[in-house]
């Protein structure tokens, strides 16, 4: 009886509470992070990448306070870890220095949505690769997770293949518009992600005892990703499938050989022949990619009707930034997220002669290269030790594990070839907040894994025995719950004010007054001073003032308005500046206020506007808008010398610079000097016969001069040399009218209204021809320019709708042959000679 009585009080007794919270912790982050791939708002105004963000953030800080709730409840924890976490701390940290020493902290800290280069994002990246300390050594959680994540990318493959098929329209939820948008993150993302997927399905088909059900579903899964990475094409991939194909083939086969016993379970055999199809058939469908990819990639092109090409940076102009950056600081670079600064600072002038020129690009090459430039030495030398130090526990967990449990093993095994490969990833590329955070997780479960396997790693500390350490476990957890509640609310108010701006600026389209969106931007801008609240508001206010000034006789209530929006334009301009004086675009925006205010005669305001563009140009010396912008200002006080100067500033620093040839042609045609301005243009394209926006200078003078054939023949070679050149085009089309060639002229305004497809000239212009009405056109006015087509698009990624066309910047998928390339020169048209005297 006695001995029954002990083993009865010896026993483990189960604390329902404990168990009740660490499962609501671990359910919290399965789930969340097991469908982050495919949760969204279906609003366009929730910015998307933030949306996954916020998610992470709910799931992990949840996470943390019901987790240090059961700690606290039963006095005990269980820490494990290898030096590779300590490392990636490290990392948290140097980043949060470079943030301090900025000088810009909102933008280096948290930014307008969180972005991934900030210092917040990557502290965010520190508590996840933490955070499955929550499952301790419950393989079933991991295992949880790992299903979900399958049934994601199940879901967002069968998703995208079928938009393929049906079109964007289907399944579009209102939100994904175009076919390349996905519920993922970005297009490459959403390739990276189905990569993964590939690589944890074979390692799944090699190592776990599936039932037949089990090998259809990896095989699917498989089968579906590569034909939506056909359809993507991004090259790195194919590189990364086509080597860890090959190397898992080749375990496949010679694994027996090598060792007598192996973790991997019963029925290995007939596994392994499935493995082994499936990884020749990655492997070949890989190959074939990376031996013809801008051939087959083409082919698939044509087939899907789908062309998407990201660009960023060449690893050669991010490492130009980062010398010129550690000229100026060595130690701890210019700061997180502030890579668009550097770039603007020090980008080569030789790219103003590209599709690039105005482009800003928010990192460089790839991920890690980026944070070297903005972290710094000190931040290069933790990025580096946590990679050597993650190998290093990797291959000492797979190699010398002591554990005989498989599950465990393939845990440790797939997290490992998970991190290592989106690890490998962020070098070369910029993935968005899913991939990361995914990273990172993963990075996380491989040193759960590595604590499971190796025994004597793991340590597990009671304080329930001792009073002061209790206390000191209830001061911890108490902190740990409010710091999570406090980034919970502070993160969830910050997407607050990003969704309301959003909102806010789409909201004339939801019939909102121009009043009401300024009080929902002004409601935005006092919940989180960000400079681009207040900047867009200045801009608001500065189309008021440049609508009313070309009145005639304003009313008085019309000068009042012009008098309130003054004062509110430089108010929200300057709140701009002080928010973020670094930016160009902010100064440029209250030089241009105080330029319409010039235009008026109001004392100070020209040199108050002149200093604003300085100061705009010394943040981005090489852009030469600015300078068009202050030869714009002295052309409104009547100095048109000095306008005149600016302008050719412009155009020194870019040559084919359409907007500063026009307006120089603006100066030669008001102050009478056509003809002289026509020698001098014929001249300079006797030194460059190649710049269509030369061809389209004399054009202009031409056609103003009443010379319609002259005109007709250099718009003609302009068209010629940039075959979308829209402004070459309607001008061109407007010397036809001219010169009594309709048919000409339609077959110019046609190919204007498709690179102009919302330009209601145009299209009337277009219709009364077509009717046969007589159209008349005045050879001594200037008409205005159409819109240029936008060849560069810049959102969280940027795309080309051309190959890039300067070693400066590379493009991420591989680009699509051509026949005929735009604006590449053809022979036998007109040629240069005939504009040479």
Known sequence: MQEQFKAVTQSPVTDKVEVSLRTIAQNVVIVLFGLLPIIFIPTLFAPLGYTKTLTVVTAVFVGCIFFSLSVLRSGSIKISGPWALLAFWAVVFTTAVSALLSGDMYDAFIGEVMGVQTALFILLMGVTMSIPLLFEQNKASVMRLYVLLTGSAVVLGIYHLLRVLFGADFLSFGVFMAQTSSPLGGWNDLGLFLGLSILLSLVALEQLPLTRLGKILFSGVISVALVMLAVINFSAIWVVLGLVSLVQLMYALTKDRFAEQTLSLEGKSETSIHSIVLSIMVFVFSLMFFIGGSTVGGFV???????????????????????????????????????????????????????????????????????????????????????????????????????????????????????????????????????????????????????????????????????????????????????????????????????????????????????????????????????????????????????????????????????????????????????????????????????????????????????????????????????????????????????????????????????????????????????????????????????????????????????????IAAFSRAVVLDTNYANARYFLALAHIQNREVAAAIEQLEAVSVLNPDNEGVLNLLEQLRSGEAVEIDSQSVPDQVDEPETVTQGDDVTSSQTPDTPLVSSVNTPVESDEPAGETTEGEVGSDEFVE
Do not use: C
């Not at 290269?369 to 933790?382: E, L, Q, R």
């Not at 003032?545 to 009313?555: F, M």
């Open 301 to 711: 092109s044509d087939v899907t009707g789908i062309s998407y090409v990201e660009v960023r940076p060449s690893l050669e102009a991010t490492v130009d930034i980062a010398r010129n950056v550690y000229k100026e600081n060595a130690f701890v670079g210019i700061g997180p997220n502030k890579f668009i600064d550097a770039w603007r600072l020090y980008k080569d002038t030789s790219i103003n002669e590209t599709i690039f020129w105005s482009t800003d690009f928010n990192t460089g090459n790839g991920f890690i290269t980026t944070s070297f430039v903005t972290g710094g030495i000190f931040t290069v030398f933790a990025w580096f030790s946590f990679f050597g130090l993650l190998i290093m526990a990797g291959f000492r967990m797979l190699f010398r594990s002591t554990h005989a449990d498989a599950f465990w093993y393939f845990i440790g095994s797939s997290s490992f070839v998970a991190a290592i490969y989106l690890w490998g990833m962020s070098f070369v590329y910029n993935p968005g907040a899913v991939i990361l955070l995914l990273a990172a997780l993963f990075t996380g479960i491989v040193f759960l894994s590595h604590g499971v396997l190796l025994s004597g790693s793991q340590r597990r500390f009671s304080i329930s025995a001792n009073r002061r350490a209790g206390f000191i476990l209830v001061g911890v957890v108490m902190m740990v719950i409010v710091l999570s509640a406090s980034a919970l609310y502070y993160t969830g108010r910050h997407y607050g004010s990003a969704y309301s701006f959003s909102a806010a600026v789409s909201g004339p389209v939801d019939g909102m007054t121009l009043e009401e969106v300024e009080q929902s931007i002004a409601s935005a801008y006092a919940a989180n001073p960000n400079d681009v609240y207040a900047r867009q508001l200045a801009v608001y206010q500065l189309s008021k003032l440049n609508a009313l000034i070309s009145l005639q006789d304003a009313t008085p209530e019309q000068q009042k308005i012009f008098q309130d929006a003054s004062a509110n334009g430089i108010n929200a301009a300057k709140l701009a500046v002080s928010s973020d004086e670094t930016n160009p675009l902010n100064w440029a925006t209250l030089g241009s206020i105080y330029s319409v205010l010039a235009a008026t005669g109001l004392e100070g305001a020209k040199d108050r506007a002149v200093e604003a563009f300085a100061n705009a140009q010394k943040f981005d010396p090489t852009n030469p808008s600015y300078l068009l912008l202050e030869a714009q200002l002295y052309s409104r006080v009547g100095d048109f010398e000095a306008a005149r100067a600016k302008a050719i500033e412009a155009v020194q620093l870019k040559q084919n610079y359409t907007d500063a040839l026009y307006f120089l042609t603006q100066l030669d045609i008001a102050e009478g000097n056509v003809d002289d301005a026509i020698i001098t243009t014929r001249a300079i394209i006797s030194l460059e016969p190649n710049n269509p926006a030369r061809y389209y200078q004399l054009g202009v003078l031409e056609s103003s001069a009443s010379n319609i054939e002259n005109a």
